[in-house]
């Protein structure tokens, strides 16, 4: 069967370490095309991959004859699937979905309309590590309390471990107008007694949106938020109601030094305590961690799983291609994401108006 035929949207930072050169390598994809609002990076990334069309407008990319999927790793990314999509491309969609509900709705429209797959590239899902952690959590009797802690690390550190070609020619005004677009929406989505909280909210769908999926992919949807705090600009406290007794006890940040990724998944049971510890997701074939707690025959023991080696992002492209290819429903769906959006925005919206950071 002929490769599918990709072109590339947004050539940054995790496109370059991750998504470029798995669709360079697995025979299923051929990288035909890339696009980038940086005419430097277009051209370094072009090189790189012998990519044989190279554009900044993106409207050129979707309008080539042959492209069978548009990789959207842009920021913002509902102009370009929208319009992907209207022209009957398969979507592959960085999270989160949207910014806000309206602009996530006009995405899945879209989709339906065409007749086209779509996907959502919460990675984390397709982590082997992850998947044995959750089925272990979802057999575990008397969960009462599940943590979800993601504290970034420092960023900085991946420019030291790749060759990576930075937008240094970026046009202002183009970027000025993508910004805006972006903060237009997250006010729109959280209503004017919390658009100020509008960068909270954005740390909540680039960073935690993949701390939302595999919450769902273990544990299914909250009943709702009980309570949310801004302990500072850009970390937030949350309390999900997970029904019968259970609660989800949610906390996020950026901007810490750590020179590693401080991102768990725990839960409590009767009998045990499982946690899923992930590494830095920009390292490729970094093993997720399963601790597991427990006692045996009197005494208590704790054992440490590195599940396996290999790379989620990896995992997800060969979804997505059996998705297209054959019909598999994508494990990682549009509504799921407009979920985690809807979510995102109940969490801030939560946080007393007044409150120290809010």
Same mark, same amino acid.
């Not at 496109?15 to 470029?20: D, K, P, S």
């Not at 999509?85 to 995405?107: C, M, Q």
């Not at 006692?295 to 492209?317: K, L």
């Given at each position: 069967?002929?490769?599918? %035929?990709?072109?590339?949207?947004?050539?940054?930072?995790? +496109?370059?370490?991750?998504?470029?050169?798995?669709? +360079?390598?697995?025979?299923?994809? %051929?990288?035909?095309?890339?696009?980038?609002?940086?005419?430097?990076?277009?051209?370094?990334?072009?090189?790189?991959?012998?990519?044989?069309?190279?554009?900044?407008?993106?409207?050129?990319?979707? &309008?080539?004859?042959?492209?069978?999927?548009?990789?959207?790793?842009?920021?913002?990314?509902?102009?370009?699937?929208?319009?992907?999509?209207?022209?009957?491309?398969?979507?592959?969609?960085?999270?989160?979905?949207?910014?806000?509900?309206?602009?996530?709705?006009?995405?899945?429209?879209?989709?339906?309309?065409?007749?086209?797959?779509?996907?959502?590239?919460?990675?984390?899902?397709?982590? @082997?590590?992850?998947?044995?952690?959750?089925?272990?959590?979802?057999?575990?009797? *008397?969960?009462?309390?599940?943590?979800?802690?993601?504290?970034?690390?420092?960023?900085?550190?991946?420019?030291?471990?790749?060759?990576?070609?930075?937008?240094?020619?970026?046009? &202002?005004?183009?970027?000025?107008?993508?910004?805006?677009?972006?903060?237009?929406?997250?006010?729109?989505?959280?209503?004017? #007694?919390?658009?100020?909280?509008?960068?909270?909210?954005?740390?909540?769908?680039?960073?935690?949106?993949?701390?939302?999926?595999?919450?769902?992919?273990?544990?299914?949807?909250?009943?709702?938020?009980?309570?949310?705090?801004?302990?500072? @600009?850009?970390?937030?406290?949350?309390?999900?109601?997970? *029904?019968?007794? %259970?609660?989800?006890?949610?906390?996020?940040?950026?901007?810490?030094?750590?020179?590693?990724?401080?991102?768990?998944?725990?839960?409590?049971?009767?009998?045990?305590?499982?946690?899923? &510890?992930?590494?830095?997701?920009?390292?490729?074939?970094?093993?997720?961690?399963?601790?597991?707690?427990?006692?045996?025959?009197?005494?208590?023991?704790?054992?440490?799983?590195?599940? #396996?080696?290999?790379? #989620?992002?990896?995992?997800?492209?060969?979804?997505?291609?059996?998705?297209?290819?054959?019909?598999?429903?994508?494990?990682?769906?549009?509504?799921?994401?407009?979920?985690?959006?809807?979510?995102?925005?109940?969490?801030?919206? &939560?946080?007393?108006?007044?409150?120290?950071?809010?």
């Amino acid at each position: 069967m002929d490769p599918l %035929r990709v072109g590339v949207v947004g050539c940054g930072q995790i +496109a370059q370490i991750m998504h470029l050169p798995f669709l +360079a390598e697995l025979p299923q994809f %051929r990288l035909d095309a890339i696009c980038d609002l940086s005419p430097r990076v277009v051209a370094a990334v072009g090189e790189r991959y012998h990519v044989p069309f190279r554009t900044n407008d993106f409207r050129e990319l979707i &309008a080539r004859d042959g492209i069978d999927v548009v990789a959207v790793l842009t920021m913002d990314h509902p102009p370009v699937a929208i319009a992907a999509a209207e022209a009957g491309k398969h979507l592959f969609i960085e999270k989160p979905l949207a910014f806000s509900l309206a602009d996530a709705d006009r995405v899945i429209s879209a989709v339906e309309h065409a007749g086209v797959t779509a996907m959502i590239g919460y990675m984390k899902r397709y982590d @082997p590590g992850y998947e044995y952690g959750a089925a272990r959590m979802q057999a575990m009797k *008397g969960v009462s309390l599940i943590r979800v802690h993601d504290f970034a690390g420092d960023f900085g550190v991946h420019p030291t471990l790749f060759t990576l070609v930075t937008a240094e020619d970026l046009p &202002a005004d183009q970027a000025a107008t993508q910004q805006a677009s972006i903060e237009a929406a997250q006010r729109a989505a959280l209503g004017e #007694s919390h658009a100020h909280l509008a960068s909270l909210y954005g740390m909540v769908l680039m960073l935690s949106s993949h701390d939302l999926t595999i919450l769902r992919g273990a544990f299914g949807p909250p009943r709702g938020v009980l309570y949310s705090d801004a302990i500072a @600009p850009l970390q937030i406290l949350s309390v999900l109601d997970y *029904g019968e007794g %259970r609660r989800c006890v949610f906390e996020a940040a950026v901007g810490s030094r750590y020179l590693w990724f401080d991102e768990q998944l725990t839960a409590w049971g009767e009998d045990e305590i499982i946690e899923i &510890a992930f590494p830095n997701p920009y390292v490729p074939y970094a093993a997720t961690t399963v601790n597991i707690r427990g006692n045996a025959e009197g005494s208590p023991y704790r054992t440490e799983i590195p599940v #396996s080696n290999q790379e #989620s992002f990896r995992r997800e492209w060969l979804h997505f291609y059996d998705c297209v290819r054959n019909g598999t429903p994508p494990r990682t769906t549009l509504a799921d994401a407009r979920a985690d959006v809807a979510l995102a925005i109940d969490m801030v919206r &939560a946080i007393p108006v007044g409150s120290s950071n809010g």
